[in-house]
């Protein structure tokens, strides 16, 4: 069963769900800050933006970069540019793995926004951002405290209609999480040049109630109306 925004504040309130930092649990109705919705919350963007290369053939299953997409000199020294951050990226880490064992978008260039500042996203551009809340859905909250949950991450519609989209293909946030932010792929799918602010909302989060969970030692218990009703290895 999806939360609603009452079942929010009091799992939040149970710390069945932690959110750090603790957003504005007021409605939009009853704030103009107000992060809920009727079921759902809104994050914000914290100041971390990751930019994929252009101009490079990549391996879709091995992530491995092949080389420039042509031979067009802008796209040689793009290669070259490349080469020579997965070098940097290997030495910082000790200098033990092989080329071809650093995942593409690991090894991306990570940028900070400034204070104040913000990150132009461009015409059909896809970068990866993060939010700035850190989410923990305990995995055994106490039978009184209800139902654990998990929860799933969606692109606002708001700027889904200016042509941001948020890709939801790795949506889910398991139950278990602890202290994790959610990692955002933004795309930009118009002709225009967007700002993008720290502290600005792209994705909201809805949270579902599991009504049985598998336990480390490989066994599942069974929740019936919050409590506990027996368990059975899987």
């Not at 053939?57 to 997965?86: F, M, T």
């Not at 071809?100 to 978008?105: G, H």
Request: proline share 6%; charged share 25%.
């Amino acid at each position: 069963m999806q939360l609603d925004n009452q079942s929010l504040r009091e799992a939040i309130r149970l710390r069945v769900i932690e959110i750090d930092p603790q957003p504005n649990l007021a409605t939009r109705a009853e704030c103009e800050n107000g992060a809920l919705s009727t079921d759902a919350i809104n994050l914000t963007l914290d100041d971390w933006v990751k930019v994929p290369p252009s101009g490079l053939e990549v391996d879709a299953v091995s992530g491995k970069v092949l080389g420039p997409c042509n031979w067009r000199p802008d796209n040689v020294v793009r290669w070259l540019a490349w080469r020579r951050h997965q070098a940097q990226f290997i030495k910082e880490r000790g200098g033990h793995l092989d080329n071809s064992l650093v995942d593409f978008t690991d090894a991306w260039p990570e940028y900070q926004i400034e204070p104040g500042g913000f990150f132009r996203l461009k015409p059909w551009q896809f970068i990866h951002m993060r939010t700035a809340e850190r989410l923990t859905l305990r995995r055994d909250p106490a039978p009184e405290d209800g139902h654990p949950v998990s929860g799933r991450a969606t692109g606002r519609s708001r700027t889904a209609r200016a042509g941001i989209f948020t890709d939801t293909s790795s949506d889910t946030m398991h139950n278990g999480t602890e202290r994790s932010k959610f990692v955002l792929e933004v795309l930009n799918v118009t002709g225009n040049t967007y700002r993008l602010h720290p502290g600005m909302s792209l994705v909201q989060m809805t949270f579902h109630e599991l009504k049985d969970i598998a336990l480390p030692d490989g066994t599942r218990v069974h929740l019936v109306d919050g409590m506990k009703n027996g368990c059975a290895t899987c």
